[in-house]
């Protein structure tokens, strides 16, 4: 077992680590060389912080932990460039990250929970039930520890878009984006971050009253709550009214835009009265919509609705597209990318048991 009680050094906000470091006896600016260590040079041990006193270096290395996951495993795909990570936390839970090339830009995909408490109907993770949340420095890791792989500029992206709602984990993801936005110097400016949720209204305010100006990702998946009820429980606590309205006030406070992510789920929401509905909801704030093919899960439940879920065919996706963009909808079909190791965000599928570490691969 590598569980252990220290501090997790990267949970600490600058201020926070400055007061720390003060309880200690130590001025306030050693904060600022350590979090030049942590986020610009990548460091994974302190005794590699030269400009630190060895004497607190020393204090360090008993108080607190640097590194909060390992990783046990990669997969990459030669044919698209797409690598999935598997990550081991110190109580011994597996969790993903999936970097993602496209073009000039390089995504980084990361989890926020291990597992998912919403049951999403066609969502791998969901399936896997939760387990728990991750902490600041888990997610801040997954960045640390690719970026460390790839070279810090190459990362040009990241996308809360991996297991887990990053909103149920509110304060941690709000407090790791801080942490990399602020401390990365590599580009990662606000707008190249991009959290997704399938709503929670309340969360939504309460990021738009952050300073994060983050750009928020919808999976929205139906223009109606009948049908988005049965696929996505969540709804039925949050209407879609309610999530439209706190996604208002979020692209009016922060001046983003938001995404629509939309599966294509055949005879379910790919109809005419979909584009209807879609057009409805897009003319009421600014906004874009991606399409999404829907990436059938192996193990999915036989019964219940989760068993009739089917993706669109292409032609349909390429109509439904097109038919969007005649209305003046700003309309990204996703391609398919990492799919010959299901390693597209949103498809992360892994049994992640304490004490167990499941092959997945
Ligand atoms: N919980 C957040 C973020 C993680 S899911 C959310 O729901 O937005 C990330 C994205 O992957 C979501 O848009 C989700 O709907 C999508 N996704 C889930 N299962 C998928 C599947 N089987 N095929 C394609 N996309 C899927
Ligand atoms: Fe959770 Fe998102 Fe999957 Fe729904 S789609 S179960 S919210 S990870």
């Not at 460091?43 to 996951?69: A, C, G, V």
């Not at 738009?208 to 750009?215: G, H, N, P, Q």
Request: glycine share 6%.
């Amino acid at each position: 077992m590598k569980e252990n009680k220290k501090i997790e050094i990267k949970s600490f906000t600058k201020s926070e680590l400055a007061q720390y470091l003060q309880g200690l006896g130590e001025p306030a600016y050693r904060a600022d060389q350590i979090f030049n260590w942590l986020y610009n040079r990548l460091s994974l041990d302190y005794d590699e912080m030269k400009n630190i006193p060895k004497t607190l270096r020393k204090k360090l290395n008993e108080e607190t932990h640097i590194t909060s996951l390992t990783k046990v495993n990669e997969t990459f795909s030669p044919v698209t460039g797409t690598k999935k990570f598997l990550f081991n936390t110190l109580d011994n839970y597996n969790i993903e990250s999936v970097v993602i090339p496209e073009g000039k830009r390089t995504t980084l995909c990361v989890s926020t929970q291990v597992g998912c408490p919403l049951d999403c109907k066609f969502c791998a993770t969901g399936l896997m039930g939760f387990e728990r949340n991750l902490s600041v420095g888990e997610i801040i890791d997954q960045y640390i520890l690719t970026a460390k792989e790839y070279g810090k500029k190459k990362i040009t992206n990241i996308v809360f878009m991996g297991m887990g709602e990053p909103l149920l984990n509110f304060q941690a993801t709000v407090k790791a984006i801080e942490n990399l936005r602020n401390e990365l110097n590599t580009g990662i400016s606000r707008n190249r971050i991009t959290v997704s949720t399938s709503g929670i209204p309340s969360k939504i305010r309460a990021l738009a009253d952050t300073s994060l100006r983050v750009k928020i990702a919808l999976s929205l998946h139906s223009p109606f709550d009948e049908v988005r009820n049965s696929l996505m429980p969540i709804n039925i606590k949050y209407p879609l009214t309610d999530t439209i309205e706190a996604l208002k006030y979020y692209t009016q406070k922060t001046k983003t835009r938001i995404t629509f992510e939309y599966l294509m789920l055949e005879g379910i929401n790919d109809r005419k009265e979909d584009v209807k509905g879609l057009a409805r909801i897009c003319g009421s704030l600014p906004s874009k919509i991606n399409l999404i093919p829907f990436n059938k899960i192996d193990h999915m439940s036989p019964a219940g609705i989760s068993a009739t879920l089917n993706p669109s065919p292409k032609e349909r996706i390429e109509k439904f597209a097109n038919t969007l963009r005649e209305k003046n909808i700003t309309v990204m079909i996703r391609n398919t990318q990492g799919d010959d190791i299901a390693a597209a965000c949103g498809q992360l599928a892994i049994k992640s048991k304490k004490g167990r570490r499941i092959k997945v691969f």
